[in-house]
């Protein structure tokens, strides 16, 4: 059973727009989550996250908002650059262990 | 600083041989340590982690199985491996609860 799901496979932004991906999930136990930025034949390499206490944590272009009540975590990215093209993966933590949704695909057009 | 090293990159395996994939992390004492998969046009899946020597946990039953015989050895094997074992091999570590993974490289199994 699939615990963290982003239902966007894919997702088209203009260059200097915002990029915004979604990712929900399913466990109200989950207290830690993060996204991760992935490109191919490499590992995911980690943004940014927040904890269940906070509802907003900012990093440069990276904003992660969370809302709890609707067991749904956002990135926003702004300005997009097209560097930003990469498959991006939230992620959820209760305990020792994470877990990951299936990805959304960003392609930034400059 | 902290790096994590996971070898081969990639690897071609016939059905029915066995596997081992190798990771070891570097400056940092009692790490969690973690084998994911991605499968061709799928999400992380987790395998198996560890908290400590010989302490393994399975997300998944399998044909897989992991063992950590040091503390920053990580190892995932197989004694035979299956056509749906193809994919893309990750390790992680983290240092605590509450701070993120950090990935290899991964290695590319194909089994023909």
């Known amino acids: 059973d699939q615990q963290v799901k982003q239902n966007s496979p894919s997702l088209s932004v203009q260059e200097g727009r915002i990029s915004i991906l979604n990712c929900d999930y399913t466990?109200?136990?989950?207290?830690?989550f993060l996204w991760y930025k992935k490109y191919p034949a490499e590992g995911p390499t980690f943004l940014i996250s927040?904890?269940?206490?906070?509802d907003k944590n900012e990093d440069g272009r990276f904003t992660v908002f969370l809302n709890k009540s609707a067991k749904h975590l956002s990135l926003h990215i702004v300005p997009s650059q097209p560097g930003d093209s990469a498959v991006y993966f939230c992620?959820?933590?209760?305990?020792?262990?994470?877990?990951f949704g299936t990805g959304t695909s960003l392609t930034v057009i400059p | 600083s902290q790096t994590i090293h996971q070898w081969p990159a990639t690897l071609v395996q016939p059905v029915g041989s066995p596997l081992s994939l190798e990771c070891t992390v570097e400056g940092t004492s009692n790490p969690n340590l973690y084998w994911y998969r991605q499968a061709a046009g799928r999400g992380l899946q987790l395998l198996f982690y560890?908290?400590?020597?010989?302490?393994i946990s399975s997300e998944v039953p399998q044909n897989l199985s992991a063992s950590r015989p040091q503390d920053r050895q990580f190892i995932l094997s197989s004694k035979k491996l299956l056509l749906s074992d193809s994919g893309f091999y990750l390790c992680a570590w983290s240092d605590q609860r509450g701070e993120p993974l950090h990935f290899g490289n991964g290695t590319r199994l194909t089994v023909t």
């Open positions: 992620a959820a933590s209760v305990g020792n262990q994470f877990y």
């Open positions: 466990n109200s136990m989950f207290d830690y």
């Open positions: 560890s908290v400590g020597i010989g302490q």
């Open positions: 927040i904890s269940s206490i906070k």
